[in-house]
């Protein structure tokens, strides 16, 4: 059944969400007439990181929201629905600017997907009317996770959502993997050093304190590690300036990216260190390239992550209990199969099979 959809997200600004939309609105477009439609992308090239990425069958709509006049782009953003007369609306993150819509405009079906705890991904101020457009459907929810799903559930106490893993497209390496394995082999000062990834936004969610205290601590104690950060913010931040000053010699900040996949196929261990997610792409992006993952327990990980079978998981968020996680993986990262990470990603973390659950639901929705 081929159908209008319209996904709607902030900006394409380097990030986890934004990553997924693209890599769904490209694969939904295969069989449906695809706009996305972003508040903005044009001010300077951080908003436009993925714009590159996306398929030419996927139509770019930018509203120039330059965050003022919130009421103004309310209005932009219910007029452009109803220009466009889709079938489906799909949100992410921007439950706020799609209520004049919701309201007004009610010739298509509306689809949020939470992604992230309810208690954070839905503001104070919006959850009295969130929780009138959930349990009346007029507003389908999606959950993302187990966990996600239960934090809808018990927060909101309302059983109506659909539970969609998110997918990723399969990373490929490009022609600069030559360039990266030079780049790598600099940091190195050991034959032995272990490369650990992380790949994370400067944001105080991510705990890169923990991370950085834990290479640092190990690094004293004689193991060789290099610890190489990729994401955007680090430069501009005074929360940036503070985990760079933490930094040993041996971690490096790399700024953002857009040849990940050669990162990621040329590290030893991908290290998540989050305070809360809802299903970290960069986590499935890891395990597409057979890069075993050692993450904090943080929602989402139980989903994807068996311990010890396909990565390690700590049992706290300490920096005592991340110190023991890498020992761990040194100790055991043998054990693990490779081929194991990539069937997981095939089985249930590609966009492939992401894509046709959401093609499914919207088919169901609009009948």
Known sequence: MNMKIVEFIHSLCPGGAERFVTDLSNELSKENEVYLLTLTTSSH????????ELSDRVKLIDLGYNGRSKILYLYKVYKEIKRLRPDVVHVHCLLNFILFAVFFYRKTKYVQTLHNKAEIGIPKYLRKVAKYLFSNNIIHLVTISKSNKESYENFFNLHNDTLIYNGRMLPIKTSRFDEVTEEIQEYKKHSDDIVLLCVARCNPQKNLNVLIQSVNELTTEGYHLQLLIIGPGYDETSLGKIWKDMAGKN????GTRNNIADYYLQSDAFCLSSLFEGMPITLIEAMACKCIPVSTPVSGIVDIIIDGENGFVASDFSVEKYK?????????RNQISEDNLYRTFESRFSIQKCAHDYNSLFVQLIK
Do not use: C, M
Not at 45 to 52: E, L, R, V
Not at 324 to 332: V, Y
């Open 45 to 52: 090239n951080k908003q436009n990181f993925y714009k590159a």
């Open 251 to 254: 971690i490096h900040f790399l």
């Open 324 to 332: 023991l996680l890498i020992r761990r993986f040194l100790r055991e």
